[in-house]
């Protein structure tokens, strides 16, 4: 079936249509940027523009970065403290008119590389962690998802990690590849000796880059960049909106 897939993220917000079957995007990626603050309204303007621009009524399938349960968002890094208790699911379909699944946005990511990506067919412990304006993180376990993990947060030398690790570090203090690479060693070396996971993922902006920095990487499990790179979040919100 054909699902309109949205990834609400930090920077920007991207839509496809999406084949859920394949996987494979059914139309050109449609991408605007988040607008500054990250308020519902304006964000939620932002979400029917794509919508009205793929001239869509189907089902539409939401990544958004934060804690989503029953469709509410829960927590706010990188998007304003507004969204906190407010049902994202509500707003969207209030606006679009069409039937709305939201989740978070690494959880997306993560069924979307386990369905057709670097996860497929793994049955064990698979951490899925994505790399842009903030950290994401998705465990799986079986090939079933732990929803909500907020691990972008632990704590490293009395700092949340995605402060000091997620890639717009990098991008905003201009670190080289190298020194970033460290930091994300640092922090992958972390969640394994609390996870020991038997995969590691990395999605994200970053993972267009990953010849850049895996390099740089020295977990015992396996690291495996995205296979659908910076649009596994539109095809997981796909994947979620068709089961909908
Ligand atoms: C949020 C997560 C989100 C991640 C990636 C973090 O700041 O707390 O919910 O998955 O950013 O967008």
Request: aromatic share 6%.
């Amino acid at each position: 079936m054909e699902v309109l897939g949205i990834d609400i993220g930090g920077t920007g917000i991207k839509g496809a249509i999406v084949d859920t079957d394949t996987g494979v995007l059914a139309s050109p990626r449609y991408r605007l940027l988040t607008p500054r603050p990250a308020t519902p309204k304006p964000v939620i303007a932002v979400v029917s523009e794509i919508v009205d621009h793929f001239n869509w009524h189907g089902p539409v399938g939401c990544g958004f970065p934060a804690v989503v349960k029953g469709g509410v968002a829960h927590t706010a890094s990188n998007i304003s403290r507004k969204w906190i208790g407010f049902s994202v699911q509500e707003g969207i379909e209030r606006a679009t008119h069409c039937s709305v699944t939201v989740l978070n946005d690494a959880d997306a990511a993560g069924l979307a590389e386990m369905r057709f990506g670097a996860g497929r067919g793994e049955e064990g412990v698979v951490l899925i962690v994505t790399l842009g304006t903030g950290i994401g993180t998705a465990l799986f376990v079986g090939g079933r998802l732990v929803p909500n993990l907020e691990l972008g947060h632990i704590e490293i030398n009395g700092r949340d990690a995605e402060r000091w690790a997620a890639d717009i570090v990098r991008k905003d203090a201009g670190l080289s590849w190298n020194r970033w690479a460290k930091r994300v060693d640092r922090y992958l070396r972390t969640m394994e000796e609390l996870l020991w996971p038997d995969l590691i993922i990395v999605g994200g902006g970053a993972s267009k880059h990953h010849e850049r920095f895996f390099p740089y990487i020295r977990t015992q499990a396996k690291v495996a960049p995205a296979e659908g790179k910076n649009e596994a979040g539109i095809v997981g919100a796909a994947l979620a909106g068709a089961r909908a």
